[in-house]
Structure formats: structure tokens, C-alpha cells
């Protein structure tokens, strides 16, 4: 089973500010499979970056995803009000064919 | 647009069978996965499992002996049967669609509101 750590577990920060996640894999996987969303407070997921690198529809270019082999990131270049969330990462691929990191809450500073 | 929304029973009692079923609105159920996630009370995602329209299922090993999903594409409709439920199963259940192609992966694109599941006497 590919498990994924996101660090920090809490990041707290002002807007403004730019902000880094870390999801690091157990194993390598490709970064073809690595997804990342924001979730809010009583709302579902929604899909940020897929592919580790690419925008979803409608996403804002101040999110950006980077990585390969165990270590991907998700950056957010200028942080604005709406960005406080949880953030998780997601693998496809060995068994169990999807996984989440434990997420990262982002937090107002 | 593509819209998802969860259905079905939010109490369940131990040891009976939990069912929902997602229904898909604004496009077809065809050529995509379409898949379960639950999360707990102040908890992280967990998926569940998959089924592709044609059929075609995969689960997590955690809850394989106790999951069931399955699809009617007459009804634009995916539903869920996880059995035995203990208090351990509470959680917001969601229904998503995952892109998925041989070299290609588009994420969990769109998913439902969720709905809570308590398992209670």
C-alpha cells in the first residue's frame, strides 16, 4: 500500500503570503497519478491539480502543483481570503487503487 | 455541468446494511469510473471503491468483504451496499467521478454535496 505524509499538519500564514504543501509517497509513484484538492468546512472536496502539475477547470494560476518520484508540492503563489481549507493529496494506482494523504489544514495567521 | 447527489437513509442500525445511491445529472454515467468516499467526523477522505459504467468494480481491501457497489445506466445511477455497519461507519458518504484512461488520470473531478450516515440504535 502507498501511503502519503502531508506536512506540515497545520500552516499558518497571513494573505498574501505564498504557501507550500508537501506530500511525500512511500514508494515512487508517477506523477501522472498524483491529484490534489481543497476542501472547506461543509463542502465536498474539490480537484485542484491533477496530474501533479496541471490546473483543473476553473482553478486560479496562483495554485500550482510540482514533483516526482515521493515528493510532490502544491504551491499557492499569493494567498487570498477563500485559500484558508484543507488541502489533501491523492494517488491512483497499486492496491488500494486510491489514496489520501492525511491533509494539511491552512490556516489564517 | 455534470452534478451529483447522494440519496438514501441517514440512520442506519448497527449491524444492518448501509445503501445509497448517486444519481448523475447534466451528462452521461458512460465512459467514466464513478466512485465512493466516506469521512468520518472531523476526519480525512477514504475511498470505498469504484465501478466503471460497464460494470467493472474495484474496492479498498479495508472494506472489501463488506462492500457492494453497483450501476444502472438507464438511470444515470451508481448505488452503494455496505453491510454490517458498526458506529465505526459514521461518516458523510460522496459519490465522484474519476477520470481514468489507460496512461491518464484526471482526477476526482466532480463530486456530490455528501450526505451523513449515522450508525445508531
Given at each position: ?13 497571513s494573505?498574501?503570503e505564498?504557501a ?10 508517477s ?10 468546512p461543509?463542502?465536498a472536496p ?9 490546473r483543473?477547470t ?17 504551491t ?9 481549507a ?23 495567521k | ?23 448523475v ?5 458512460s465512459?467514466?469510473y ?34 457492494t457497489?453497483?450501476v ?50
Amino acid at each position: 500500500e502507498i501511503v502519503l505524509t502531508q506536512s506540515p499538519g497545520t500552516l499558518s500564514l497571513s494573505p498574501g503570503e505564498r504557501a507550500t504543501l508537501s506530500c511525500r509517497a512511500s514508494q515512487s509513484i508517477s506523477s501522472t497519478y498524483l491529484a490534489w484538492y481543497q476542501q472547506k468546512p461543509g463542502q465536498a472536496p474539490r480537484l485542484l491539480i491533477y496530474g501533479a502539475s496541471s490546473r483543473a477547470t476553473g482553478i486560479p494560476d496562483r495554485f500550482s502543483g510540482s514533483g516526482s518520484g515521493t515528493d510532490f508540492t502544491l504551491t499557492i503563489s499569493r494567498l487570498e481570503p477563500e485559500d484558508f481549507a484543507v488541502y489533501y493529496c491523492q494517488q491512483y494506482g497499486s492496491s488500494p487503487r486510491v489514496t489520501f494523504g492525511q491533509g494539511t489544514r491552512l490556516e489564517i495567521k | 455541468q455534470v452534478q451529483l447527489q447522494e440519496s438514501g437513509p441517514g440512520l442506519v442500525k448497527p449491524s444492518e446494511t448501509l445503501s445509497l445511491t448517486c444519481t448523475v445529472s447534466g451528462g452521461s454515467i458512460s465512459s467514466y469510473y464513478w466512485s465512493w468516499i466516506r469521512q468520518s467526523p472531523g476526519k480525512g477522505l477514504e475511498w470505498i471503491g469504484y465501478i466503471y459504467y460497464s460494470g467493472g468494480t474495484n474496492y479498498n481491501p479495508s472494506l472489501k468483504s463488506r462492500v457492494t457497489i453497483s450501476v444502472d445506466t438507464s438511470k444515470n445511477q451508481f448505488s452503494l451496499r455496505l453491510s454490517s455497519v458498526t458506529a465505526a461507519d459514521t461518516a458523510v458518504y460522496y459519490c465522484a467521478r474519476m477520470g481514468i484512461g489507460s496512461g491518464w488520470y484526471d482526477g476526482l473531478d466532480y463530486w456530490g454535496q455528501g450526505t451523513l450516515v449515522t450508525v445508531s440504535s
